[in-house]
């Protein structure tokens, strides 16, 4: 799996969307990861730090499509207002608790993620939206 994933700040979908085609670095303050599948990822995110079903997030239309299709090619989508704020407002417990059970729900999937990764992608993410929520900013995910 190669997936670049990059996280940034959008003050609305339609200056997020114009990052499809080259991606977010130029234009907006980003943070990058990769080598995992984000839009499931922040389904799980939510639904470990906020409770709720897989299932019910995905029906409701989780996570928001902003630009693009899902079809192998890139797309932008959007972080829902309730994982943003729960990742702004946890603490470092918290976070570390959902990063183990991130890591291990994925583990199950056979897909490696290891446990000190996925602190700091939690730890990295939540630093990161806590600053753009301060800012007044959406916060989106670039997929490539």
Do not use: K
Request: proline fraction near 3%; charge should be negative.
């Amino acid at each position: 799996m190669s997936i670049v994933v990059e996280f940034f700040a959008a003050a609305d979908d339609v200056s997020a969307a114009l990052v499809l085609r080259a991606g977010p670095r130029r234009a907006f303050e980003s943070l990058s990861f990769g080598d995992f599948d984000p839009e499931v990822a922040v389904v799980e995110w939510e639904c470990l730090l906020s409770g709720g079903s897989y299932e019910e997030l995905v029906e409701a239309g989780e996570p928001r499509l902003v630009a693009g299709q899902d079809d192998d090619g890139c797309v932008v989508f959007a972080v829902s207002p309730r994982l943003s704020a729960v990742l702004a407002g946890a603490e470092r417990s918290e976070l570390e608790d959902a990063a183990v059970a991130w890591s291990l729900q994925r583990a199950e999937d056979g897909e490696v993620i290891g446990t000190e990764t996925a602190i700091v992608i939690l730890g990295d993410l939540a630093a990161f939206v806590g600053s753009a929520r301060r800012r007044g900013r959406n916060v989106c995910c670039w997929v490539a």
